[in-house]
């Protein structure tokens, strides 16, 4: 089974940038379908965006279109997320998930098999 340790999360003013980074171990990437989830106090867990186990094809929530980018890098077994113009309602834990050769297009938590510990984003207006 692959294991998924989240990192990169900090407190940011309106408008900045992060990149979270998921190490990945146990099994290789190139194998999962590989996401970014996002889940914020008293509401339920939401897609952000995810890679297929090609690491051709990816998939985004509206919400973060043109401002979100996933990335893989299978020579580290590493997933990153670049996270541009960032607002206040983009606070939230940020978890990486990964589902064994699964759809790009499976967007439900239900999805995916394996999860990390989440890290938490703060974005301050």
């Known amino acids: 089974q692959v294991q998924l340790v989240e990192s990169g999360g900090a407190l940011v003013q309106a408008g900045g940038s992060l990149r979270l980074s998921c190490a990945a171990s146990g099994r290789t990437l190139s194998t999962y379908t590989t996401g970014w989830f996002r889940q914020a106090p008293g509401k339920e867990r939401e897609f952000v965006a995810a890679v297929h186990w090609s690491g051709i094809g990816t998939k985004y929530a509206d919400s973060v279109k043109g401002r979100f980018t996933i990335s893989r890098d299978t020579a580290k077994n590493m997933v990153y997320l670049q996270m541009n113009s960032l607002k206040p309602e983009d606070t939230a834990v940020y978890y990486c998930?990964?589902?064994?050769?699964?759809?790009?297009?499976?967007?439900?938590?239900?999805?995916?098999?394996?999860w990390g510990q989440g890290t938490q984003v703060t974005v301050s207006s």
């Open positions: 998930a990964a589902n064994l050769y699964g759809p790009v297009s499976s967007i439900g938590p239900k999805a995916y098999d394996h």
